[in-house]
């Protein structure tokens, strides 16, 4: 993919017309990251000479305005025990008295605010299934996001429940433990922010919505570029296992213990565990290399 890079370098360059220098200047101050990056090591990006790892290549393409789905190998070889993971993270019916491809439509909520009875069935969903401490006011905070996967008798099979927040307000440096002290953002109104992505709860017992539901946390990270963060509240064991090896993948804390189930931790279980990890390295992921270039596409086809 040396080749691939350098293209795209000089592509883009062309495209916004700018000087190689201007480009090491734009990425310099666009991200710290990228803060020792000279003239010298762009120029040999350029020429093919050597190239950064993947999850830097998208770094840049990020910084640079760019779209990243050309920088994804479809042919890259995932390793097994990853492959393994991500196959029954999404694979695995938890619902034997439904069908494997179930058909099932999306609907979307900019706000929950007059909604009372779905906000009831989150607030059980995650008081008792995940043990957050929520209340239905916290649903019913302005810009939450949710997306409900119905199947085609009107049931909700699934949700996708996040938000945005302003990085730089997060004094402890993650979200807050509680979902009530969090102040979420609307992005377009902020294209100045730097952006964490917090997804409270993903969930389906079917693997159609489930893999729906990754695809879109997916498609959220690609589409905003100003999403520099991910915090996630990782409630599967196999989704759990792929996070654990990034190495740009932080533990924040855990939730309450369980006797069965939840995610497996220094020999105890609990019911979810706070991650937060880049976006760029989680786009970088060869588990989802498949994915990524066609997340809109996937998110639709079921």
């Known amino acids: 993919m040396t080749k691939e890079f350098s293209i795209f370098l000089k592509n883009t360059r062309s495209k916004l017309q700018i000087t190689q220098q201007e480009a090491v200047n734009i990425l310099i101050n666009s991200e710290s990251k990228l803060s020792r990056l000279d003239l010298t090591t762009y120029s040999r990006w350029e020429r093919g000479t050597t190239k950064p790892i993947l999850s830097k290549q998208i770094l840049i393409a990020r910084a640079l305005g760019q779209d990243i789905a050309s920088l994804i190998d479809l042919k890259t070889k995932v390793p097994s025990k990853e492959k393994k993971d991500f196959e029954l993270s999404i694979q695995r019916n938890h619902n034997p008295y439904n069908y494997q491809k179930t058909e099932f439509t999306i609907k979307h909520y900019d706000s929950l605010t007059n909604e009372p009875v ?60 509680k979902l ?103 786009l970088a992921y060869k588990v989802v290399s498949s994915l990524v270039p066609f997340t809109h596409e996937h998110i639709k086809d079921n």
């Open 118 to 177: 779905i906000c009831h069935n989150l607030m059980v969903f995650h008081n008792d299934y995940l043990g957050l401490d929520t209340c239905l006011s916290d649903f019913q905070m302005p810009n939450l996001k949710l997306d409900i996967f119905f199947d085609k008798y009107g049931e909700m099979i699934g949700h996708l429940l996040y938000g945005f927040l302003d990085t730089s307000t997060l004094t402890s440096g993650h979200a807050p433990r």
């Open 180 to 282: 009530s002290n969090c102040e979420f953002i609307q992005p377009q109104k902020n294209n100045d922010k730097s952006l964490t992505l917090y997804i409270i709860s993903g969930f389906s017992l079917l693997s159609a919505p489930r893999k729906a539901i990754v695809s879109k946390a997916l498609d959220i990270i690609r589409q905003n570029k100003k999403i520099k963060l991910l915090e996630t509240n990782c409630h599967n064991q196999e989704a759990y296992s792929i996070h654990e090896r990034n190495p740009e993948c932080e533990f924040i804390f855990k939730g309450p213990s369980t006797a069965f189930g939840g995610i497996k931790m220094f020999g105890k279980n609990y019911r979810y565990i706070r991650l937060k990890i880049s976006t760029e390295s989680v």
